[in-house]
């Protein structure tokens, strides 16, 4: 009964003082990060490629207008070109993704609260963008050159 009792209070020590953690925590310290900066009306450049798996997404906006940060995969075979000539069209933007991956929203010379936690899939094609307008009758900030691609390799 004491030999269980002592290794009761050894595994409750390993959890109650950090001398046991579980795998997810070190999750955040392992995962890469991609820190993304916003400007009126760019974003810095991201790299052309980024490994493909887990990958947190954080965003700035030194900007003087609000900005988000909108994470997309591309359909396969559409390039940027493309979808942009088809937004120029009168197209969406969604009309060319696989899927919206995620939206960090921020003011004036801000950060989100949030960050963006996606699983990147080799060989796929993302596109990073705003798509506010500064007014109703205003272009989107993709139109001014807010955009930036990489592929997951």
Known sequence: MR???AILFASAAFVCFGMFEPAYANRSRTTPHVDVVGNDYAFSPLPSRIKPGTTIFT???????RHELSLARL???VTVDELIAGVKAGGRPGDYFERSVGILVAGPGLSPDGKILVDLRGGESYLVFCNFKDTPEAPP????????????Q
């Open 59 to 65: 965003f700035a906006n030194h900007g003087k207008v």
């Open 141 to 152: 900030h993709i139109m001014l050159g807010m955009y930036s691609a990489f592929r997951a």
């Open 3 to 5: 030999v269980m009792a």
């Open 75 to 77: 359909k396969k075979g």
